[in-house]
């Protein structure tokens, strides 16, 4: 079965800074896609960012971006010029193969706090 | 926009009563996911639908039962509430169509459930 593992529960970070958020998997899959999903305080849970695992290419969306190591299995979030809008529990998810059928495994969540 | 809508945001039932959490989404997508999210503990999966009337168990099924009788609408159904079912509830809707699967989940705003 996979995991996923986020091994800080909480960070905060100093409006206009640069923060990462780590997350290691384990898995046997070749195929197989990360996400980070947010969620801001009593809103709903957004994607953040996507990474197949086949494309050695790190995926970023503006501000976001990950860096990606298949090798080492670890997929952490980068933050750049952090907004207090950023402040959210942040998702680090997997899903092996093809979205068709396929469920998601989310790790335990990192509260990020960013600081005026 | 997708959109995935929960009936109730806060409910508030006494121990043994039947709850049913609804959620509707409108973008005619056929999996749909019920997650419980606690802190500490991130998203676990309860109940998962493939199509209409087809379903899976997640990781922590017991305590829970679902309906999908129509393809926009999946029913989360408690048969008699216990106070460790006090939670966060979260609906989940996903396109199996897609070309490659892009896993991408949307979210409903959360149910919060207390079992006094």
């Known amino acids: 079965a996979q995991t996923v593992t986020q091994s800080q529960p909480e960070m905060s970070v100093q409006e206009a800074e640069t923060v990462t958020l780590s997350c290691t998997y384990d898995t046997s899959e070749s195929n197989y896609y990360l996400f980070w999903y947010k969620q801001p305080p009593s809103r709903q849970m957004i994607l953040v960012i996507r990474q197949e695992a086949y494309k050695q290419q790190n995926a970023t969306e503006n501000r976001f971006s990950v860096n990606f190591q298949k090798a080492a299995k670890s997929f952490s979030l980068k933050i750049s010029d952090s907004q207090l809008g950023d402040t959210a529990m942040y998702f680090c998810a997997f899903m092996k193969g093809q979205g068709g059928s396929e469920k998601l495994v989310f790790g335990k969540g990192t509260k990020l706090t960013v600081n005026p | 926009d997708v959109k995935v809508t929960q009936s109730s945001r806060y409910l508030v039932k006494r121990t043994g009563e039947k709850v049913f959490l609804e959620c509707v989404q409108d973008m005619d997508h056929e999996n749909m996911f019920w997650y419980r999210q606690d802190p500490g503990l991130g998203l676990r999966l309860i109940y998962f639908s493939y199509d209409v009337k087809m379903k899976e168990k997640g990781d922590i099924p017991e305590g829970y039962s679902v309906s999908r009788e129509k393809k926009e609408r999946f029913s989360l159904i408690l048969e008699s509430a216990s106070t460790n079912q006090t939670s966060m509830y979260l609906c989940a809707s996903r396109s199996a169509r897609l070309a490659g ?15 006094l």
């Open chain 2, 101 to 115: 699967g892009s896993g991408e989940l949307f979210f409903g705003e959360g149910s919060r459930l207390t079992v």
